[in-house]
């Protein structure tokens, strides 16, 4: 057998010759395959050693190059709700809504016994609504923490005080008679939704639009006024983030205001 010729080739002219060998309209198919197969695993075609040289299709120094980035997340901070749209809010949460996986975040919270710097995913946290498509948002009780059983699950005492205390109050002085039709106490609204087979089905409660950016600061001050010992943190988790914010979402102005807000709050904007 003659010895081979050496023939380096790119990676873009090995898939044009494996393609010709497909498209051989001088072979049978029997012959096309075995040559197919024993080019692409050996390199051998006819008297020449094929060898893929990446090297080859190397971009040049002065070729201009075109990055694409996937962002999987993105981060801000503010003590207020930055959401234009209407909020579907509810009067308890289920639990696979609290926020317990692992985002990768380490954030220093005000507390009534000093600063606290932990992963967000450690510290107790209540899905208080959602809005616009798979996103959330949540309050963070970093008063609630314990380091030595760090759990992100209120206890059910806990989520009661946070309605009766501040969540529906705050409901109440937002929309007046409106909020009549909100639980009583957050007891009520577990014994509603309880199912004969045991499963809960939450009710939700629509928050309109303009009154969105004012229940931050109505839910702090009756959990003040109230005397309630959870302290407060809101916090976005959105799974979806558009460029140029249709209703609902928030904008690029809102997610830059972010960046310099009071660290009480924590907005956590994720993409899918």
């Known amino acids: 057998m003659s010895e081979l010729t050496l023939t380096p080739l790119s990676i873009h002219e090995h898939c044009n010759v494996s393609q010709s060998i497909l498209d051989d309209s001088h072979m049978s198919t029997d012959a096309i395959e075995d040559e197919f197969i024993k080019f692409n695993l050996t390199g051998v075609l006819e008297q020449e050693q094929c060898v893929v040289d990446p090297i080859l299709e190397r971009p040049t120094a002065t070729e201009p190059i075109a990055y694409q980035r996937d962002y999987d997340s993105v981060i801000g901070l503010d003590e207020h709700v930055q959401i234009s749209g209407d909020l579907t809010m509810f009067p308890a949460s289920r639990p696979v809504d609290t926020l317990s996986t692992n985002v990768h975040i380490q954030h220093t919270f005000e507390t009534q016994d000093g600063t606290?710097?932990?992963?967000?995913?450690?510290?107790?946290?209540?899905?208080v609504a959602k809005f616009g498509t798979h996103n959330s948002l949540r309050v963070f009780v970093p008063d609630a923490y314990n380091d030595?059983?760090?759990?992100?699950?209120?206890?059910a005492q806990q989520k009661a005080d946070l309605y009766e205390l501040g969540i529906l109050p705050a409901i109440e002085h937002l929309m007046g008679p409106q909020a009549a039709e909100w639980p009583a106490t957050y007891r009520d609204e577990l014994f509603r939704s309880r199912g004969r087979n045991?499963?809960?089905?939450?009710?939700?409660?629509m928050l309109p639009a303009h009154l969105v950016p004012q229940f931050g600061d109505s839910l702090r001050h009756f959990l003040g006024v109230n005397n309630s010992t959870l302290g407060t943190g809101l916090v976005h988790h959105e799974k979806a983030f558009c460029p140029k914010a249709p209703q609902g979402q928030p904008s690029i102005s809102g997610l830059l205001r972010c960046s310099q807000a009071p660290s009480s709050v924590l907005a956590v904007l994720g993409l899918p």
């Open 116 to 127: 606290l710097t932990v992963d967000i995913h450690k510290v107790p946290n209540f899905c």
């Open 148 to 155: 030595e059983h760090p759990t992100p699950h209120l206890t």
């Open 198 to 205: 045991g499963q809960f089905a939450m009710q939700s409660k």
